[in-house]
């Protein structure tokens, strides 16, 4: 079961970064959709805090992609390269295209 984490300052701050650095890597424009949110999950086996990343390039195409640990502890060198953004691809419930 995921649950959404109520933010303070410091951590909507964090999300605000985050964003910031997201749409910087990825070269996205001003006007581009960027979400971040930090979460808990009780689920065994499953991070107990994490960030996840969702944008929309050309508002059409979804990316994704998770860091597990808090907002606050997030930094720049935390996000995936530039050059991983094809495989960020978020299908949702459709699954892949390979499968």
Request: aromatic share 10%; glycine share 6%.
């Amino acid at each position: 079961m995921l649950t959404r984490r109520d933010g303070n300052p410091e951590q909507l701050r964090a999300l605000d970064r985050i964003r910031d650095w997201t749409r910087a890597r990825f070269t996205l424009s001003d006007g581009a959709t960027v979400m971040a949110a930090e979460i808990s999950c009780k689920v065994p086996g499953c991070p107990p805090v994490e960030t996840v990343v969702a944008f929309w390039d050309d508002g059409t195409m979804r990316y994704r992609f998770k860091v597990f640990k808090p907002a606050a502890a997030v930094d720049e060198n935390d996000l995936p390269p530039a050059w991983l953004k094809p495989s960020l691809v978020d299908y949702g419930e459709l699954g892949c295209e390979c499968c």
